[in-house]
């Protein structure tokens, strides 16, 4: 792996944990799908990415979204971690599918808004999965081979892989991140915490040669 | 097997130079009861050139120094290290502990500088997975089956425990490591020596040597007045394997009142895990048959185990509460 200059992040299971029930509701109305996709809310978030490519109407999501943030606990090394990044001089994204009431309101809730060079939603990207990747490296100028994206999910892989960044696994459920590790990330962390030793660890192979 | 070339200096300072000239694709060869085993493995870590130090001079050797310590060449073996009768009369909570590691076999072959210096154990990186130590960057310990060799008290990428016994038997002494660098040499506390995961040279490794650096003795300060200490190690085996959860436990006492405390866990951790919190409870109180109760209620508050092993912290606790009613007896 090359040296890592930008991170993208989608909030939803990779800064916070968030709920499943607001995902399903939106999967129930829009699409009349039942069931519990996943027990995670990153799981029930992702699934839903891939049965929709857009959402509409738009209101109806957005407000369960937003339920969803209003809900969702940050986890406890996302400060920190974060601010270490920063001080690293490692360039943060938000590039998320959700919309861009949802992204601001989570960004605002927790006080995160300082972090991110770039914030890219679904709103002001154009788009879900990969689209909102795709922007956020363009705007920046960033090639993606310098750049990881964090996610715990099989369509996040995808969606990264898609978008030429490299998917780092989120090991948030060990039985879950078992599975993933068979998908081929690039890496995978148990906290985001380890984010920082990971980039300085590629760094200190690629100066290794 | 890979291909490896040998070099067999004949002082320190040749081997540090065939050491810096290879960089991290050489390593120290001595007793290869680690070693040797990593490269039978074929793991993409394993050195391919070995700088083999058992023909160096002033290596293998324990002697009293001028302080009234004990001052030990690195190369000694484990088995010499048991049979002397300096170690046993001075520090015999050491020599019970280095009894406890491996086999006879292979405490017979197995140096000192290797046991404290040695690669984790982690059944993953062992049988060849692509993980943070072995040129991949995912942690199948923290994800897999962690009960016997994984960390219960947190990782930094890495999650595999600190194997060594020795450096958990040291630590209670006060011992400290000394170092031949090309800068000269360096001294540091064996919790200094092997601090857990942590990247040097570009590699996750448990211990601060560098590439070019050798470990060339330990010297354990003299037993202070009124010491007595006590290692204790829990097996998934009753013979030959490595800590589920290990104790070395070491009380200074004046009548029954404890002046001063060392803690340190062994298993348990991605490195020897002093608790300090159990010392300071420990300080001035009397060793009594309730102590190891009261101990064991402070003990090991911010443990952070894997999904599989919860129960190294339970037999942890047990060891302190059992190491000092040893202790007491």
Sequence with gaps: MQRIAGLLIEPVGCLAEFPCAPFQEIARRL????????????????????????F?????????????????????????????LKAMGIHLSIASSLSDAATTRFLEKHSLGDFFTSVWNRNNSGGVKAVPLVRALSDASLQPENVVFLTDTVEGIKVARAAGVHPILMMNDPDEARRLAMHNPAGGVVSLHEIPDFIRLIAAQNKRG | MKKVSIYKPSTVD??????????????????????????????????????DIKKIDHLRYIKEDAQGGVEIGAATKLAELADSRLLQERYPMLVEAINKISSPELRNASTLGGDLLQEVWCQYLRGGYSCWRNGGYLCYGAIGDNSYYHSAMGGRLCYA???????????????????????GVKELSIEQLVPGDLMVDGRIQSHVVRFNEILTSVVIPAPKPGVRASFEKLRPRGVWDFAMASLAISLQLRDKTIDDARVVFGGIAGRP??????????????????????AHSVALVNAAPLKYNATKIDMAKGLLASGLARLNA
Excluded: M
Excluded at chain 1, 31 to 54: N, Q, T
Excluded at chain 2, 22 to 34: Q, R
Excluded at chain 2, 281 to 289: E, H, I, Q
């Design chain 1, 56 to 84: 509409s109407p738009q209101p109806l999501a957005e407000a369960l979204e937003i339920e969803a943030v209003n809900a969702a606990s940050l986890y406890e090394d996302t400060v920190p971690a974060l601010a270490e």
């Design chain 1, 31 to 54: 699409l009349g799908r039942r069931g519990k996709f996943s027990a995670s809310g990153s799981g029930c978030y992702w699934h839903l990415l891939k049965l929709v490519d857009e």
């Design chain 2, 161 to 183: 425990v600190y194997p060594g016994d020795a450096a958990t038997a040291l630590i209670p002494f006060d011992a400290r490591a000394k170092l031949a660098t090309p800068q």
């Design chain 2, 273 to 294: 895990w002093r608790e300090t919190a159990v010392e300071t409870f420990l300080k001035g109180k009397t060793l009594s048959a309730e102590l190891g109760e009261q």
């Design chain 2, 14 to 51: 040749e081997a540090i130079q065939i050491l810096s000239q290879h960089g991290t694709s050489a390593a120290v060869y001595a007793g290869g009861t680690d070693l040797l085993i990593r490269l039978k493995n074929r793991l993409e870590q394993a050195p391919s050139y070995l700088v």
